[in-house]
């Protein structure tokens, strides 16, 4: 705060001091300055000389500066999992503020600061650590970012035909090696298909060219009851 003029009453000319050393003030005016001062309680003493026959005068008034609160906050690895545990917040500076968050849907302690990812809203949140205005201080807030992800549901790809097994999932928020995000694979072990089709999973369909090894047909092809046959060549005698 700015400097604090004395309320003085009665004779004036007196010289002003204080105890013990630390505080910042003017012994001509008894005027402190807080800003350059340090943080502590004083005595602060205004005297009178003797004089005309008059003892030395003595009053005293108590002074107490206060040191601003500053802080910081933030939290290690965010954006964070719906499946992780409890995350607890990084404070430096002051103690004894509060937690809160906006907007709503992040579950997060007032006192401690931790949060709780699981049982949180996926989202992007603002995290405000506050302290109360007291001692002269006015309140301190300073704020930090917190992204919550929920996990998705992933596929095996086993075949790597870039479609997932419905049978064999997981959950995670990042993608894991060798899943996608689809269900769509009829077919998880056939690397060709995604559907059984005609002839099933693991087995070329009717019109797909094949080889029933006769030398006596051509163009090959599957039926349409999934066998291989060609068309047989016809010889002049």
Same mark, same amino acid.
């Given at each position: 705060i700015s400097p604090v003029s004395v309320n003085r009453t009665g004779t004036s000319g007196g010289a002003y001091s204080a105890s013990p050393s630390g505080l910042s003030i003017s012994s001509s005016t008894g005027t402190i300055t807080p800003g350059s001062s340090n943080a502590g309680t004083y005595t602060v003493t205004y005297s009178i000389a003797a004089g005309g026959g008059c003892a030395q005068v003595q009053t005293t008034a108590s002074v107490m500066i206060t040191a601003a609160p500053s802080a910081t906050i933030s939290y290690a690895g965010s954006p964070f999992c719906t499946s992780i545990s409890p995350v607890s917040a990084n404070r430096t500076g002051t103690s004894g503020g509060n937690y809160s968050a906006s907007p709503s849907g992040l579950s997060i302690?007032? =006192?401690?600061?931790? !949060?709780? #990812?699981? =049982?949180?809203?996926?989202?992007?949140?603002?995290?405000?650590?506050?302290?109360?205005?007291?001692?002269?201080?006015?309140?301190?807030?300073?704020?930090?970012?917190?992204? !919550?992800?929920?996990?998705?549901?992933?596929?095996?790809?086993?075949?790597?035909?870039?479609?997932?097994?419905?049978?064999?999932?997981? =959950?995670?928020?990042?993608?894991?090696?060798?899943?996608?995000?689809?269900?769509?694979?009829?077919?998880?072990?056939?690397?060709?298909?995604?559907? #059984?089709?005609?002839?099933?999973?693991?087995?070329?369909? #009717?019109?797909?060219?094949?080889?029933?090894?006769n030398v006596n047909t051509i163009n090959d092809v599957i039926t349409a009851n999934c066998t291989c046959a060609g068309t047989p060549t016809n010889f002049d005698c």
């Open positions: 302690s007032g =006192s401690t600061g931790t !949060i709780t #990812p699981g =049982s949180s809203n996926a989202g992007t949140y603002t995290v405000t650590y506050t302290i109360a205005a007291a001692g002269g201080c006015a309140q301190m807030q300073t704020t930090t970012s917190v992204t !919550i992800t929920a996990q998705t549901t992933w596929y095996a790809d086993t075949d790597v035909d870039g479609s997932g097994d419905p049978a064999s999932s997981i =959950s995670a928020c990042a993608q894991p090696p060798g899943y996608v995000a689809n269900a769509n694979d009829g077919c998880p072990a056939d690397a060709l298909k995604t559907s #059984p089709g005609v002839c099933g999973c693991g087995n070329a369909e #009717p019109g797909t060219a094949c080889n029933d090894n």
